[in-house]
Structures are given as structure tokens and as C-alpha cells.
T-cell receptor
Framework: EDKVVQSPLSLVVHEGDTVTLNCSYE??????LLWYKQEKKAPTFLFML????IEKKSGRLSSILDKKELFSILNITATQTGDSAVYLCAVPPGAGSYQLTFGKGTKLSVIP | KAGVTQTPRYLIKTRGQQVTLSCSPI?????VSWYQQTPGQGLQFLFEYFSETQRNKGNFPGRFSGRQFSNSRSEMNVSTLELGDSALYLC??????????????FGPGTRLTVL
């Protein structure tokens, strides 16, 4: 059974701090890893990672995958209150379909 | 382009009743997936439909069922509701359900409370 573990479960930081969120996985036939941001209801897609060591970047957010050690990290630099959300990590089954296994998420709170 | 819409947004039912939730995917999207989100279990995959056929199914009892119509709109049904079915039910759509090529977009969810 595929498994995704995220840490920490929650995090409180001040505006301007840099945070690192972790996601480790066990997947029978790894294809990719996805990161989502969930602010209120609908998770929104952030990144999809398929290759080890290649950083994906979008503004202040970046993510990297280590396929040897089976983990990914999501970095947020110069955090803002608008970054407060639950960040979810997910993996699909070997077939590569959207039958995603999600981690429990990391709840990030950014205080002014 | 309109996003994924779900109706109703909130629902209160009592144990033993049944409920039907609706999801309209983004125009042109043919794959619709359903997820249940609870504080204890997080987001869990229920099932995925593509071209009116259930293509994948998660580990949920038979009380949970769904269907997809020819216009790609999807419904999910939960019969004989239990207290533990209280959750946020999220629907997501993508063009063909292939992660390698498609991005999946989530709807705002339906908050179901079972009393």
C-alpha cells in the first residue's frame, strides 16, 4: 500500500521567515510526486516532480525530489500571511492516474 | 473558463439517510475524481470516472457509489449514512486523468454533516 508522510504536521512562523516542509513516501512503482496548497476548501496545484535533483520553482516557492532517499521538500522563502494554508503532498499509483494517495498535510501559519 | 463546481456546498443529514452530491467539471474535462477529507484520515481517494465509466476505486464500502453522465458531470451517492461519513467531499477534474499530461483542478467541496 502506498504511503505518504508529511512533517511537521503544523508550523507557526513569522512573516519573512523561510520554511521547509517535508514529504516522505513509499510507492510500489514511483512515477511522480505532487504538491498542493489548501487554503480554505479546494486544494490548488503547486508542483509536480518526476526527476530527482531537479528543482521546480514558482516565485518564493520551490520544491525538489530525492528519489534515492524517497522524499521531497517544499521551501517557502520570505513567507507572507497569504502563505498560511495546509500544504499537501501526494503520489499517484504506478499507473500514473489521478488516484492520489495524500499525506496528512502540514498546516502552516504565518503571523505578522 | 469556469472552474469545478460542486453542489450543494453544505448538507446536514441524519444517520440512515442517503445523500447525493453533484460535481460539474471544467468544460472539456472528461475525468472526474472524488475524495473524502476528514481531520483524522486526511484526503482519501474514493473513485474516478472517465467517459461515464468508473476507472479507479479507493477502499471505501459499497455504500459509496457514483456515476458520470455523458456531459461529464458526476454524482456520488452515500447510502445509509453513518456519523463517520461527516466530511468534506471534494471533486476534481482533469482532461483525461493522466498525471503526466494533465493538471487536476479541485472544486470547493461539499461539507456533509451527519447527525
Amino acid at each position: 500500500e502506498d504511503k505518504v508522510v508529511q512533517s511537521p504536521l503544523s508550523l507557526v512562523v513569522h512573516e519573512g521567515d523561510t520554511v521547509t516542509l517535508n514529504c516522505s513516501y513509499e510507492v510500489t512503482n514511483f512515477r511522480s510526486l505532487l504538491w498542493y496548497k489548501q487554503e480554505k476548501k479546494a486544494p490548488t496545484f503547486l508542483f509536480m516532480l518526476t526527476s530527482s535533483g531537479i528543482e521546480k520553482k514558482s516565485g518564493r516557492l520551490s520544491s525538489i525530489l530525492d528519489k534515492k532517499e524517497l522524499f521531497s521538500i517544499l521551501n517557502i522563502t520570505a513567507t507572507q500571511t497569504g502563505d498560511s494554508a495546509v500544504y499537501l503532498c501526494a503520489v499517484p499509483p504506478g499507473a500514473g492516474s489521478y488516484q492520489l494517495t495524500f499525506g496528512k498535510g502540514t498546516k502552516l501559519s504565518v503571523i505578522p | 473558463k469556469a472552474g469545478v463546481t460542486q453542489t450543494p456546498r453544505y448538507l446536514i443529514k441524519t444517520r440512515g439517510q442517503q445523500v447525493t452530491l453533484s460535481c460539474s467539471p471544467i468544460s472539456g474535462h472528461r475525468s472526474v475524481s472524488w475524495y473524502q477529507q476528514t481531520p483524522g484520515q486526511g484526503l482519501q481517494f474514493l473513485f474516478e470516472y472517465f467517459s461515464e465509466t468508473q476507472r479507479n476505486k479507493g477502499n471505501f464500502p459499497g455504500r459509496f457509489s457514483g456515476r458520470q453522465f455523458s456531459n461529464s458531470r458526476s454524482e456520488m451517492n452515500v447510502s445509509t449514512l453513518e456519523l463517520g461519513d461527516s466530511a468534506l467531499y471534494l471533486c476534481a477534474s482533469s482532461l483525461s486523468g493522466t498525471i503526466r499530461t494533465d493538471t487536476q483542478y479541485f472544486g470547493p467541496g461539499t461539507r456533509l454533516t451527519v447527525l
